[in-house]
């Protein structure tokens, strides 16, 4: 006996997060996050050019979206609980080395993860530090 279409388990979707790029994020990191199914927008596309660090963490925060950056500052940051943060941190810093290591990242990323840690994306293994 088959069974029905309408039986059959759906698959569920991969989980999808809403992203934050700093101005500094290469444009091919936010196309990878696109493609994946993720909600991404850019400081540049929010006309927040030169914003403070402390001003693009709050509007993360409102927005509800993870800030991504590659600026090492943010980890010298005051967090809230709320804020979500991944910073990276590979050097030569080239979407040949960042991209790949960002995918896996994605794959392993659980935002609970992020309620009392940033992470911290590095060539070899990726750091989750205590929010300070």
Known sequence: ?????SR????????SFRF????NVSNNLGRLLITKGHD???????NKRGTK????????RLK???????DKDFIYFKHEI????????IHPLIDENVLPIFEKCLKSLNFKDL????????KDNIIYKEKS
């Open 20 to 23: 934050l790029l700093d101005e």
């Open 53 to 60: 660090n402390s001003e693009l963490m709050e509007l993360a």
């Open 1 to 5: 006996m088959q069974e029905s279409s």
């Open 82 to 89: 709320d804020n979500f943060l991944i910073i990276i941190d």
């Open 40 to 46: 991404v927008v850019t400081v540049q596309e929010l």
């Open 8 to 15: 059959k388990r759906a698959v569920p979707p991969s989980p």
């Open 115 to 122: 309620k009392d840690k940033f992470i911290i994306l590095k």
């Open 64 to 70: 509800n979206r993870i800030l991504i950056s590659y």
